[in-house]
Protein backbone atom coordinates (compact mmCIF):
# COMPACT_ATOMS: atom_id res chain seq x y z
CA UNK A 1 0.00 0.00 0.00
CA UNK A 2 2.45 2.51 0.70
CA UNK A 3 3.87 1.82 -2.62
CA UNK A 4 0.96 2.44 -4.03
CA UNK A 5 0.85 6.10 -2.51
CA UNK A 6 4.30 6.75 -3.04
CA UNK A 7 3.97 6.43 -6.94
CA UNK A 8 0.82 7.99 -6.86
CA UNK A 9 2.98 11.09 -5.07
CA UNK A 10 5.30 10.68 -7.53
CA UNK A 11 2.97 10.85 -11.07
CA UNK A 12 1.37 13.47 -9.45
CA UNK A 13 4.88 15.66 -8.42
CA UNK A 14 5.65 14.84 -12.41
CA UNK A 15 2.11 15.73 -13.47
CA UNK A 16 2.78 19.42 -11.44
CA UNK A 17 5.91 19.58 -13.01
CA UNK A 18 5.09 19.82 -15.82
CA UNK A 19 1.72 21.49 -16.04
CA UNK A 20 4.01 24.47 -14.68
CA UNK A 21 6.21 23.99 -17.15
CA UNK A 22 3.45 24.68 -19.48
CA UNK A 23 2.16 27.26 -17.41
CA UNK A 24 4.88 29.17 -17.32
CA UNK A 25 5.81 28.53 -20.95
CA UNK A 26 9.82 27.11 -20.10
CA UNK A 27 11.40 26.35 -23.26
CA UNK A 28 14.58 24.64 -24.22
CA UNK A 29 16.67 23.69 -26.98
CA UNK A 30 18.86 21.16 -28.38
CA UNK A 31 21.12 20.07 -30.53
CA UNK A 32 24.04 17.65 -32.15
CA UNK A 33 27.28 19.32 -31.60
CA UNK A 34 28.83 16.82 -33.72
CA UNK A 35 26.54 17.72 -36.87
CA UNK A 36 27.44 21.35 -36.01
CA UNK A 37 30.85 20.63 -36.19
CA UNK A 38 31.04 18.09 -38.69
CA UNK A 39 29.39 21.15 -41.26
CA UNK A 40 31.98 24.26 -40.11
CA UNK A 41 34.55 25.07 -42.72
CA UNK A 42 36.90 25.83 -39.89
CA UNK A 43 36.77 22.27 -38.58
CA UNK A 44 37.66 20.63 -42.24
CA UNK A 45 40.60 22.80 -42.11
CA UNK A 46 41.00 22.03 -38.40
CA UNK A 47 41.49 18.57 -40.18
CA UNK A 48 43.27 19.09 -43.36
CA UNK A 49 45.85 20.96 -41.25
CA UNK A 50 46.09 18.16 -38.84
CA UNK A 51 46.54 15.37 -41.32
CA UNK A 52 49.64 17.58 -43.25
CA UNK A 53 50.96 17.74 -39.96
CA UNK A 54 50.71 14.45 -39.37
CA UNK A 55 52.21 13.47 -42.69
CA UNK A 56 54.92 16.01 -41.81
CA UNK A 57 55.92 14.22 -38.73
CA UNK A 58 55.46 10.50 -40.07
CA UNK A 59 57.68 11.60 -42.77
CA UNK A 60 60.45 12.70 -40.27
CA UNK A 61 59.95 9.69 -38.01
CA UNK A 62 60.44 7.81 -41.14
CA UNK A 63 64.30 9.48 -41.88
CA UNK A 64 65.43 9.21 -38.57
CA UNK A 65 64.45 5.60 -38.22
CA UNK A 66 66.10 4.87 -41.81
CA UNK A 67 69.03 6.97 -40.51
CA UNK A 68 69.24 4.94 -37.34
CA UNK A 69 68.86 1.52 -40.09
CA UNK A 70 71.62 2.61 -42.12
CA UNK A 71 74.14 3.30 -39.21
CA UNK A 72 73.18 0.11 -37.55
CA UNK A 73 73.81 -2.28 -40.16
CA UNK A 74 77.37 -0.04 -41.17
CA UNK A 75 77.99 -0.83 -37.35
CA UNK A 76 77.07 -4.64 -37.78
CA UNK A 77 79.63 -5.05 -40.64
CA UNK A 78 82.01 -3.43 -39.19
CA UNK A 79 82.18 -4.53 -35.39
CA UNK A 80 84.17 -7.42 -36.02
CA UNK A 81 86.85 -5.17 -37.32
CA UNK A 82 86.76 -2.20 -35.04
CA UNK A 83 88.51 -1.64 -31.68
CA UNK A 84 87.22 -2.26 -28.57
CA UNK A 85 86.90 1.69 -28.00
CA UNK A 86 85.77 2.32 -31.67
CA UNK A 87 82.99 -0.16 -30.82
CA UNK A 88 81.77 0.75 -27.77
CA UNK A 89 81.84 4.76 -29.31
CA UNK A 90 79.46 3.69 -32.15
CA UNK A 91 77.13 1.73 -29.51
CA UNK A 92 76.80 4.70 -27.36
CA UNK A 93 76.40 6.32 -30.44
CA UNK A 94 73.81 4.98 -31.61
CA UNK A 95 72.03 4.17 -28.38
CA UNK A 96 71.84 7.94 -28.22
CA UNK A 97 70.68 8.39 -31.52
CA UNK A 98 67.78 5.61 -30.50
CA UNK A 99 66.95 7.24 -27.18
CA UNK A 100 66.61 10.82 -29.41
CA UNK A 101 64.51 9.17 -31.52
CA UNK A 102 62.21 7.81 -29.22
CA UNK A 103 61.90 11.36 -27.44
CA UNK A 104 61.15 12.46 -30.70
CA UNK A 105 58.12 10.06 -31.77
CA UNK A 106 56.65 10.80 -27.92
CA UNK A 107 57.24 14.64 -28.45
CA UNK A 108 55.89 14.66 -31.61
CA UNK A 109 52.71 12.95 -30.86
CA UNK A 110 52.22 14.89 -27.82
CA UNK A 111 52.28 18.00 -29.97
CA UNK A 112 50.41 16.86 -32.29
CA UNK A 113 47.44 16.07 -29.55
CA UNK A 114 47.91 19.59 -28.20
CA UNK A 115 47.41 21.15 -31.65
CA UNK A 116 44.22 19.16 -32.15
CA UNK A 117 42.93 20.30 -28.67
CA UNK A 118 43.95 23.80 -29.08
CA UNK A 119 42.08 24.18 -32.50
CA UNK A 120 38.92 21.87 -31.57
CA UNK A 121 38.52 23.74 -28.46
CA UNK A 122 38.14 27.14 -30.68
CA UNK A 123 35.75 25.82 -32.72
CA UNK A 124 33.71 24.32 -29.68
CA UNK A 125 34.41 28.38 -28.11
CA UNK A 126 32.66 29.13 -31.63
CA UNK A 127 29.52 26.81 -31.13
CA UNK A 128 29.03 28.06 -27.41
CA UNK A 129 29.10 31.29 -28.30
CA UNK A 130 26.25 30.69 -31.25
CA UNK A 131 24.42 28.59 -28.99
CA UNK A 132 24.44 31.70 -25.81
CA UNK A 133 22.96 33.88 -28.68
CA UNK A 134 20.37 31.88 -30.19
CA UNK A 135 19.52 30.85 -26.62
CA UNK A 136 19.11 34.17 -25.41
CA UNK A 137 17.39 35.51 -28.63
CA UNK A 138 14.87 32.84 -28.16
CA UNK A 139 14.14 32.50 -24.77
CA UNK A 140 15.29 29.13 -23.83
CA UNK A 141 15.56 28.04 -20.32
CA UNK A 142 18.90 25.77 -21.35
CA UNK A 143 20.36 23.70 -24.25
CA UNK A 144 20.88 20.26 -24.41
CA UNK A 145 23.56 18.51 -26.38
CA UNK A 146 21.75 15.04 -28.26
CA UNK A 147 25.37 13.44 -28.60
CA UNK A 148 26.09 10.34 -27.74
CA UNK A 149 21.66 9.20 -26.66
CA UNK A 150 22.32 11.77 -24.00
CA UNK A 151 19.21 12.81 -24.07
CA UNK A 152 17.29 9.24 -25.41
CA UNK A 153 13.69 11.30 -25.10
CA UNK A 154 12.88 14.95 -25.74
CA UNK A 155 9.24 16.43 -25.73
CA UNK A 156 8.96 18.40 -29.42
CA UNK A 157 6.19 20.30 -27.26
CA UNK A 158 8.91 21.89 -24.99
CA UNK A 159 11.91 21.65 -26.86
CA UNK A 160 13.17 22.84 -30.25
CA UNK A 161 15.83 21.36 -32.53
CA UNK A 162 18.42 24.29 -33.13
CA UNK A 163 21.14 22.29 -34.71
CA UNK A 164 20.36 23.90 -38.01
CA UNK A 165 19.92 27.16 -36.26
CA UNK A 166 23.18 26.81 -34.97
CA UNK A 167 24.31 25.42 -38.22
CA UNK A 168 23.15 28.42 -40.66
CA UNK A 169 24.76 31.24 -37.69
CA UNK A 170 28.08 29.86 -37.56
CA UNK A 171 28.60 29.30 -41.82
CA UNK A 172 27.44 32.97 -42.37
Known amino acids: MKKVILMAVMVLMGLSGYAQTET?????????????LLSMPEYAEMQQNMATMRQQYEAEMKRVEDDFNKKYEEFLDGQKNFPQTILQKRQSELQEMLDKNIAFKKEGLQMLKDTEKTQKDVILMMIDMAMKTIGMQRGYAFILNTDANATPWLNPALGEDITQAIKDMLNE
Open 24 to 36: TGLKFGYLSIDSV
